[in-house]
């Protein structure tokens, strides 16, 4: 079975960057990608990012496929070698770890970054992922669109309870020309102090024990068919942009409970690292991420999980070197 110096598990920003960082160091990083599941698609959340703005480098701003397709080029450019596939399960008992992915032949890592991410929790109602796809207005990720063209001067709608759809609903303010606050029940789950400042935001209007039927639109989003819990009655909502905030879930299932997770399931590491639970296993981005998660976030992540997979592989000896492509020079 052959040993590989770093195995990073992941395609978004954080494993990207990190591949980038062990590649330069001679490591010779196998990524691997995943596969396209439904909405989720190798690349992360950013994939179902229209339009990234807030990307340091692109003052014109760029698409979010865009920018992954340039982070797996410059990766590719570092002789990173990548499988497009899934990892179901790996063991992380004994030293080398063993990754298995879903159809070729499992490896040995003497390192491995987890940069899996986590996925935005949908509703699951008709034409909600036909319109986040392609950019219809529908998204779950307020900081990340919604400052952008499309939704400024409008009516949005967020849906949600918590504290995340709090901080989205107050954030659209700033862009909207009002916002509705959807919520299943008759109070919010949030903080009191967040969910009075919703209520009392002259611009906020909130519909309580109200569940989303389906997004209505063809190419961009017109409105929302509501319907009321206790009733059952329906209505449409116009409205030109729908936030779904209500939660996500970080991709940690392959781990099977190897490496300690957070009380939320995200993935625990140290204070100010990338070590997890087991020496010689790092993670980064989203994957272990409740608070920021965003893009600049995750890929600074990843530089740190690669810096520390190089030392760690140092300070014990261990790591051939793998020379770059001739061609792919050096910088800072």
């Not at 397709?69 to 590719?76: H, T, V």
């Not at 509705?180 to 009191?192: E, M, T």
């Not at 989303?212 to 190419?219: A, K, N, S, T």
């Amino acid at each position: 079975m052959p040993v590989e110096n770093v195995v990073i598990i992941g395609s978004g920003p954080a494993a990207w960057t990190a591949a980038i960082y062990a590649a330069r160091a001679n490591l010779g990083p196998l990524v691997y990608e995943g596969e396209p599941r439904g909405i989720v698609l190798p690349g992360g959340q950013l994939m179902t990012t229209t339009e990234v703005e807030n990307y340091p480098g692109f003052p014109d701003g760029v698409t979010g496929p865009v920018l992954m397709e340039r982070m797996k080029a410059q990766a590719l450019r570092f002789g990173v070698r990548v499988m497009s596939e899934d990892v179901k399960a790996v063991a992380l008992g004994t030293h080398p770890f063993t990754i298995t992915p879903n159809y070729s032949e499992p490896v040995q890592a003497l390192t491995v970054i987890v940069a899996t991410g986590a996925y935005a929790k949908w509703l699951g109602v008709p034409h909600e992922e036909r319109l986040a796809q392609s950019g219809g207005g529908v998204s779950a990720c307020a900081v990340c669109d919604g400052a952008l063209p499309f939704y400024r001067n409008k009516v949005l709608a967020v849906v949600g309870g918590g504290d995340t759809a709090m901080e989205e609903t107050l954030y659209l303010t700033k862009f909207a020309s009002k916002v509705y606050v959807l919520h299943r029940r008759d109070r919010f789950r949030a903080s009191k102090v967040m969910a009075e400042r919703v209520m009392q935001h002259p611009k906020v209007e909130v519909l309580w024990n109200t569940r989303v039927v389906e997004v209505l639109g063809e190419q961009e989003i017109r409105g929302l068919r509501i319907a009321d819990i206790g009733t059952g009655a329906e209505r449409d909502l116009a409205v030109g942009g729908l936030f779904v905030a209500i939660g996500h879930t970080p991709t940690t299932g392959f781990l099977d409970g190897q490496l300690k997770l957070k009380d939320n399931g995200y993935v625990w590491v140290e204070p100010g690292r990338m070590a997890t639970s087991i020496p010689g296993v790092f993670a980064a981005g989203d994957v272990t991420d409740d608070y920021y998660r965003q893009a600049v976030t995750a890929a600074g992540s990843g530089c740190q999980a690669a810096l520390e997979a190089e030392r760690w592989l140092a300070h014990h000896g261990l790591g051939d070197a793998v020379p770059m492509p001739a061609a792919a020079g050096h910088g800072a």
